[in-house]
């Protein structure tokens, strides 16, 4: 009970503020395993975990509200909705706290469908600026099925983006109805709705998982400074950091009839289009090299064979790659030049179109 009229009267105005934008919600969802997100780390950096949204100056809730229901709206459309078990409202510092939540949130389009949702242990939410936080085992899973999971999300409804500061690991998989199945690890996230376009910042990994591994097919693995997402066009470009760090280069690394590792400045990753789904691709850009060892060969060896060139294109289902902007590949004493290379690792074979060489020299 509230001790006051002035209390019954804020009691009143909040609740009809609250009241007046009340929506059902979906039913509870089930959802994949939750990832491990301990990602690897640097020495003396830790990644953050959550640990709860704390009342606003340690101040007590003016009241409080089970089964709670609320929808943001501005300019007469939908920025977000949720769903909790309870809400804290803190009225003179114009911030809501909940639990066990459920949210939606709605991209610009004029059709008003929900983009993403989301679910977490808490959320936390400015009445003023109607910015949405999420926090504890947060997982962000979108409607062809794509997920993201970290410790804590934040939505800006006025310009509809998700962050997630480097501080927090973050998992993804794509869609799960893709026959070839794509993850990705990064420190931090910032993503916008209403172009899919999403920005991994920090320390990526991107791992392309084929429906059915074996020792021609086997997860193809990239690393990378920082990583672009866009998932309209089904795209990722890797980018490498400085020239003098660690992560100057991309790297892709792939078991099969040869150990693969590739290098190069820049690397893309492409599944659009329903064949392009089955049979995903990669390019390499700028100062490639690729090395391949036999896989009985330890790998204190020099390898097998390796190949420099301007760009390389990946073919995984077909164990190929294809070398082109001033190609050359060494095999033992062997120096071949041309136009075009193409470099069959299930048969072995190496097919040079306009060659111009064809030498013996000194394996570097």
């Given amino acids: 009970m509230f001790r006051t009229t002035s209390h019954r009267l804020l009691l009143a105005a ?14 509870s969802s089930t959802s994949r395993e939750t990832p491990d997100l301990n990602a690897p780390e ?24 089970r089964n709670f229901r609320y929808v943001s709206v501005s300019g007469g459309k939908k920025q977000w909705q949720l769903a909790a078990t309870e809400a804290q409202i803190f009225s003179s510092k114009q911030t809501v706290l909940t639990s066990d939540v459920q949210a939606e949130l709605f991209s610009g389009d004029r059709i008003q469908t929900p983009s993403v949702r989301v679910t977490g242990k808490e959320a936390r939410y400015s009445i003023d ?57 990064s420190l931090g996230l910032d993503g916008t709705l209403d172009n899919g376009r999403f920005i991994l910042p920090r320390r990526v990994e991107i791992r392309v998982l084929p429906p059915s591994p074996s020792n021609e097919q086997s997860p193809a693995i990239f690393h990378a400074a920082r990583a672009e997402l866009f ?21 892709l690394q792939q078991r099969g009839a040869t150990d693969l590792f590739a290098r190069s400045r820049t690397m893309e990753v492409h599944s659009s289009g329903e064949e392009q789904q089955k049979k995903p691709s990669f390019t390499a850009l700028d ?13 204190s060896e020099k390898p097998y064979r390796y190949s420099t060139s301007g760009r390389a294109e990946f ?19 062997d120096t071949m030049t041309g136009d075009l290379i193409r470099v069959d690792r299930k048969n072995d074979r190496v097919e040079v179109e306009n060659t111009n060489a064809i030498s013996k020299g000194k394996y570097d």
């Fill in 42 to 65: 640097s020495p003396g950096e830790r990644m953050a975990q959550f640990q709860g949204f704390q009342a606003p100056s340690g101040l007590s809730p003016d009241y409080s509200i």
């Fill in 287 to 299: 100062d490639v090299r690729i090395e391949e060892w036999d896989r009985n060969s330890p790998r």
């Fill in 129 to 185: 600026t109607r910015t949405l936080e999420v926090g504890g085992t947060v997982v962000a899973q979108f409607p062809d099925g794509s997920e993201i999971h970290s410790e804590y999300l934040k939505f800006d409804p006025t310009r509809r983006i998700v962050v997630i500061p480097p501080e927090y690991a973050v998992f993804g998989r794509g869609p799960s109805a893709d026959p070839t199945r794509i993850e990705f690890r």
């Fill in 14 to 27: 909040v609740g009809l503020l609250i009241f007046g934008q009340i929506v059902a919600l979906w039913p």
């Fill in 315 to 333: 073919h995984p289902d077909e164990s190929e790659f294809i070398l082109t902007e001033y190609p050359q590949v060494y095999q033992g004493e």
């Fill in 231 to 251: 998932r309209n066009e089904g795209l990722a470009r890797l980018h490498s950091g400085p020239a003098a760090s660690n992560d100057a280069y991309v790297k």
